[in-house]
């Protein structure tokens, strides 16, 4: 099994910054992609962005002001979130595919974490 678990969300005023984490744990051969999603309240969830290998994919309303990266000895992934809008304010997830140790394959959440956005 592989396990994702979230961290780094929390109340930010408009304009402001947060930065999440998300470490896999577990019997992990490989990961790839990983990504940031959210869901607002009464919405469906939606991509914020994915990182595969060197490629890089935003949602278009957070480009300019998100960006995602990766520590791959970490088997860890980040979003810094600049600019934040009271639009922003969801529960994000993290989402990483990829192959176990036994080489099968695992598609896993973590467990959310909730950005408020507001003044």
């Known amino acids: 099994q592989v396990h994702l678990v979230e961290s780094g969300g929390g109340l930010v005023q408009p304009g402001g910054s947060l930065r999440l984490s998300c470490a896999a744990s577990?019997?992990?051969?490989?990961?790839?992609?990983m990504g940031w999603y959210r869901q607002a309240p009464g919405k469906q969830r939606e991509l914020v962005a994915t990182i595969s290998g060197g490629s890089r994919n935003y949602a278009d309303f957070v480009k300019g002001r998100f960006a995602i990266s990766r520590d791959n000895a970490k088997n860890t992934v980040y979003l810094q979130m600049n600019s934040l809008k009271p639009e922003d304010t969801a529960v994000y997830y993290c989402n990483a595919a990829g192959t176990t140790t036994w080489r099968t394959n695992f598609n896993s959440w973590g467990q959310g974490t909730q950005v408020t956005v507001s003044s």
């Open positions: 577990g019997s992990i051969f490989s990961i790839n992609p």
